[in-house]
């Protein structure tokens, strides 16, 4: 595995870049710069809110933030001043500020609530005082695709704050006060594990990662070892976790639970009698225990050197997403069926779904088949064109 630790340099150049476009915009130069990847779900699609197991690994691609505390006496001291380049008429910087003075879930909204439900929950510690600050917030990691572009906001903010105050905050801790900031400030119910990945992610692996203990370890996952690559289908499908199927999803698997006399579906065994269960419902627990299980073998597998053995686990992990817990949509169905009739090794959607992206484990050999298959599907569909592009496993959030 290669050192967690190692820099790329064209992301050297970007910090360098955000931090001179930061002086800019501000008349100042930033306290320093920070960078935070999205994240690719490789298995355990929707069991992090159920204490289960996961397996995502950061992407090589990340949200950076230039960020500049405000001085003692300074004017506006109490207040955030926040842009990033990602505008949505594609022109100039998208502005959000908002004063630190009683700031509450809903005042603020658009990009600006993910930084904003970080300094909330911070300040709700009472471990820091968050003061005055500016920042510059450059992604590359695709908005709306299921690869978690808020979190990595979100973790980037937290990362550069931790610092900056000099908090001391473990990761752990980080990812909690982010899901905190998700749940209670921006009013989405997601769990723990994008955070996770984010903070903890290493190069040539994947994490495992424990949502009811925290307890992680990276397993290797060398893709281009193996002469494989795994390709991110973004379907152009926009999703949002605000919205009302990822908690309607969340509140059944908890009523299943309840009904199935468990804190938990992580406390489930997976030999339970679904019966005793409303149809629907039992669909939904039914692909959390499977969901699980697949995690767990493969880790296995992973840990034998077996990575085209988890294809098989990918595509089985679609089946029941879109078949017991019905959160894929058409345009990820033939993303998954294109890819898979074109030599893809397995493939599913990942994210939370109702659109985003769907992933594949591919040869190399096979790749430019794949990505053919899958574009002439989507136009013989009459669909827009799909972003394809590959992805590697990154280093997670640190100060660059």
């Known amino acids: 595995m290669m050192d967690p630790q190692r820099t790329d340099p064209r992301e050297d150049a970007r910090a360098a870049d955000l931090a001179r476009r930061f002086t800019e915009v501000y008349g100042r130069a930033p306290d320093g710069v920070w960078r935070a990847p999205g994240r690719v779900n490789l298995l355990g699609e929707h069991t992090d809110y159920n204490d289960g197991f996961v397996l995502p690994f950061a ?8 960020v500049r505390l405000r001085r003692t006496g300074e004017p506006g001291q109490d207040t955030v001043e926040l842009a990033s380049t990602y505008a949505p008429d594609g022109k100039g910087l998208s502005c959000e500020r908002f004063s630190l003075p009683g700031l509450a879930a809903g005042d603020v909204g658009g990009w600006g609530a993910y930084p ?8 709700g510690t009472g471990e820091a005082a968050v003061p005055g600050f500016e920042m510059l917030l450059d992604s590359t990691v695709p908005v709306g695709a299921g690869l ?29 006060l982010t899901q905190r900031a998700e749940n209670e400030f921006v009013g989405a119910p997601t769990g723990i594990m994008d955070q996770s ?71 489930v065994p997976s030999g339970a009698d679904l019966t005793v269960l409303d149809e629907e419902t039992g669909r939904r627990v039914r692909h959390v225990l499977t969901e699980n299980a697949r ?33 894929s949509c058409p345009e990820l169905d033939l993303a998954v069926e294109a890819a898979m009739g074109a030599g893809a090794l397995g493939a599913r959607m ?39 592009f590959s992805v590697l496993p990154s280093t997670g959030a640190r100060r660059m």
């Open 197 to 267: 990945a984010s903070l903890m992610g290493r190069a040539d692996g994947a994490l495992f990662l424990d949502c009811r203990t925290l307890e992680s370890r990276v397993v290797p996952l060398p893709l281009a070892e193996h002469g494989l690559i795994v390709l991110v289908i973004d379907t152009k499908v926009s999703h949002s976790h605000a919205d009302g199927g990822y908690a309607a999803r969340r509140a059944s698997c908890e009523r299943g639970a309840s009904a199935l006399g468990a804190v938990s579906l992580r406390d």
């Open 59 to 66: 992407l090589d691609r990340a949200a950076m933030v230039a």
């Open 116 to 123: 904003a439900g970080v300094v909330h929950v911070l300040d």
């Open 350 to 388: 990942t994210g939370g779904g109702f659109g985003g992206a769907a992933i594949a484990l591919v040869p190399t050999a096979e790749e430019g088949r794949v990505r053919d298959a899958v574009q002439r599907g989507f136009a013989d569909s009459g669909l827009w064109a799909p972003e394809i």
């Open 148 to 176: 978690s572009s808020s979190h990595a906001v979100e973790v980037a903010t937290i990362v550069a704050l931790n610092d900056l105050l000099d908090l001391g905050l473990e990761p752990t801790a980080m990812a909690r």
């Open 295 to 327: 995690v767990l073998e493969a880790v296995e597998r992973l840990g034998s050197g077996d990575l085209h053995g988890v294809g098989e686990l990918l595509s089985a992990s679609h089946a029941s997403l879109r078949d017991d817990y019905e959160v």
